[in-house]
Structures are given as C-alpha cells and as structure tokens.
C-alpha cells in the first residue's frame, strides 16, 4: 500500500498547538474609539488589523480594509463598534496550528484571535507569527539532532539485544475527555519515544500526525475518555485508540472526510473539523475502525517498516 509521506513542516503544523505560535502582545481596540483613532493607531504601530475587546471579551475586529473604506465614505467620525466586523471568527490556544491554517486559507482571514476556554483574548495568529514559530522550531530541532545521537544509538539496539522469539515493547497513555489542556502530550511521547528507539524520520512523521488525531478523537467525542496503545516491534508498529463510550451509529459517515460529531461549543474552539480519520488513513498503511451505538470504539492504526525501507 503506497502512503503519502508527511514532511517535517507538515508534522509541526499538524502537531504543534497554537499558544506556542500565537503573538501575545495584542493591540486591541476599544468599540468608542473612533476610526480616525484607529487609522492612527495601525499607522503608529505598523498593523494592519485589531480585535475589538470589551470586559476581556473579543466583541469585532476591524481590519485596514475598513479604515480605507471610512476615509472613501467620509465616515472617520463613526465609531468601532458601527464598523467592526462581527461575529469574530477565533481560535482556540489549545488547537493544533493546522486549525488556524485551514481558517487563515480557506475563509480569507488574514488574523485569527486565539482564546482560551473562558473565551477571553490570549493573543492573535497570522500566516506570518505561525512561519516564524514553526521555522524556529525546526531549527530547535535540528540542533537537538546530534545531542540525542548517541541516546538515539543505545536504544535502537533494544530488539538486538533482547533475545527472545518475539520481542515487542509497548506503550500505554490514558487520555481524559474534554482535557484540552494536556491534548497532544500522549503523542508527543510517543514521538520521542520511536525518535530514541531510532525508527526512521519519514515513519516518525506519518506515526506523529496519525496518533494526534487520534488522540483528539478521545479528547473531543468520547464520555470518559480512552487509552492509546503503541506497540513496537522490529517490522511494524501497531495503535490501539480505544474507549468504552458512546460509540458510533453510522461507521460509513463518520468516514466520510468533513463529517463530524463534535458539538459546536468544540467546534468553536477551532476541534472537530471532521478530518481526523481522513488524515489518520492517509498517513497510516492500514486503518480498521470498530463500534457500536451505546458501546466502545477500537481504532487500530497500522505501519509497516520493512514496506517503507522497500519504498525508500
């Protein structure tokens, strides 16, 4: 089975949460200022867009596009909250950096606000801070690169070293319902954990995407939340994401990339876009997914490496 292969941007973006790409140092406007104040105000501070924010609340934003349009209409004397753009499209703190890329793109935003769950302003994200983090983060991982060889070196050995018929090493993280907090650190694990054990770059991106999403299926769908089972073996690599609740009623449609389940409130926060499995599918070489209503759900996530050493 021939698989698409994931680049290292294409992991970062997938697996990297947007608190840690955001700009913090928001300038945000009043609804009483007026917008010869606010033409100001982005000439001064060279931007070209603010949120508006009342009582810690994002209420509009007003971009330059409508300072350009208050000057041709001889209305600068009008007042932000006449102008303002609303509702606001926002971006959870929590979600993956791949949340404000598909709005960024696909709905001509230029700026997102990011909140957090209370819904107050925590920073603001643009294609622009979101290169610059994730360039950095790249370049932090490359000089990570040679201090973690020879860790790197002592535990590939472990399938050499262990004699036995059948070796494999397993690993078990439980993740909680609604947790948005601590989402995406059982995936991080994991990726650090195939990255000491020496498995292939390639195969640590598809495995990174692959868990997260299905990490994020726990966090957001399930009542109680799951458990993600890893286990590693010299020739393959198998993931267990499994919960005891509320299962599926239509397998085919949950299937189906766009679809979703999740609530609006999660919606809201930039989760549940309904491209989890979709992504899951693309990255892995095998993807079975069991459930019934009322029930528990098993996903199993297959990778084969010998394949990928034959692809290669």
């Known amino acids: 089975m021939t698989t698409q292969q994931i680049t290292k941007f294409e992991e970062l973006v997938y697996t990297t949460r947007i608190e840690t790409v955001m700009a913090t140092n928001v300038i945000v406007l009043s609804p009483n200022m007026s917008m010869a104040e606010v033409k100001d105000l982005m000439i001064a501070k060279r931007i070209s867009g603010s949120p508006v924010v009342q009582d810690d609340k994002i209420i509009g934003i007003v971009s330059m596009s409508d300072v350009i349009r208050a000057m041709e209409q001889g209305t600068m004397n009008s ?3 006449e102008i303002m753009t609303v509702p606001v499209r926002t971006v959870s703190k929590d979600a993956s950096v791949m949340e404000a890329v598909n709005n960024l793109g696909r709905q001509g935003h230029s700026r997102l606000p990011v909140v957090d769950q209370d819904r107050r302003l925590v920073g603001i994200v643009t294609n622009a801070t979101i290169m610059a983090a994730l360039l950095r983060e790249m370049e932090v991982s490359f000089q990570k690169k040679e201090a973690e060889r020879l860790q790197t070196y ?15 090493l397993s ?8 947790d948005f907090d ?5 995936s991080s694990m994991i990726k650090k954990a195939l990255v000491r054990l020496g498995v ?4 640590v991106r598809r495995v990174s995407v692959a868990v997260y999403e299905a990490e994020m299926n726990l966090v957001i ?6 458990e993600l089972i890893v286990e590693i073996r010299p020739d393959k690599l198998r993931v267990s994401a499994v919960d005891h609740g509320p299962g599926i009623d239509n397998l085919q449609q949950v299937l189906q990339p766009g679809y979703s389940t999740a609530p609006q409130w999660i ?3 930039g989760f549940g876009a309904g491209m989890g499995l979709a992504n899951i599918k693309r990255c892995s070489d095998m993807m079975t997914l069991l459930s019934e209503p009322g029930g528990g759900t098993r996903l199993e996530i297959l990778f084969n490496f010998e394949e990928q050493e034959k692809d290669d």
Do not use: E, N, Y
């Open 79 to 81: 007042i932000v909250s």
């Open 154 to 168: 002592r535990a590939s050995h472990i399938f050499q070293d262990i004699a036995s018929d059948d070796t494999s």
């Open 171 to 178: 690993l078990r993280f439980v993740v909680h319902d609604k």
């Open 182 to 186: 601590t989402a995406g650190k059982a």
């Open 200 to 203: 292939r770059p390639p195969i």
């Open 221 to 226: 769908h399930t009542d109680v939340g799951g």
């Open 267 to 269: 919606r809201d926060m």
